[in-house]
């Protein structure tokens, strides 16, 4: 009897051990952002000084960091984090498709500070997954490839 018991167990517990494995696993086919991140929050709203620094900011960044060289976006979302101290930071995310590799799709989150951090790829993902989103509409998307084209038509000349 207790050679059964020990042997249910035993089947048990590598059930276990391949469902958390199972579980485990990241399915990279799906954006990480709107999978995982919180909704938007209709009622509140986030400067357009904040909404516009964002976006300069992260044109900027990626202009004078060269690689990888962003050609399209898509998921542009603008929210908030919570500080330890109770304060707001706010948030631009979303994804770009490089010039490198127009088959992926990769993150990017750019934070306002005293001036400004961007993130790419998995140091990303978990800004944009905590961050409570305000603005999340097409024209954020259209803004960023619009000052973008800008930049680079300025960097050009």
């Known amino acids: 009897m207790s050679l059964k ?5 035993i089947i048990y517990y590598i059930c276990l051990v391949f469902l958390l494995a199972g579980m485990s696993c990241n399915d990279k086919s799906k954006p990480a952002i709107l999978d995982e991140s919180m909704s938007v929050d209709e009622k509140e709203t986030i400067p357009d000084s904040v909404v516009q620094f964002l976006i300069s900011s992260a044109t900027m ?4 960091h060269q690689r990888p060289t962003p050609v399209d976006f898509r998921n542009i979302q603008i929210g908030y984090l919570i500080s330890s101290d109770e304060n707001k930071i706010f ?8 010039k490198e590799n ?5 993150t990017f989150a750019t934070i306002k500070t005293s001036g400004y951090e961007q993130y790419i790829g998995n140091q990303a993902v978990s800004y944009c997954q905590q961050s409570t ?7 954020l998307t ?3 490839r619009t000052k973008l084209m800008e930049d680079n038509n300025t960097t050009d000349h």
Request: with cysteine; aromatic share 16%.
């Open 142 to 144: 259209e803004s960023l």
């Open 5 to 9: 018991i020990f042997r249910n167990t």
């Open 91 to 98: 948030v631009l995310c979303g994804e770009f498709q490089s």
């Open 61 to 64: 960044d990626f202009r004078n």
């Open 133 to 139: 989103f305000v603005v999340s509409d097409e024209h």
């Open 102 to 106: 127009l088959e992926k799709w990769e």
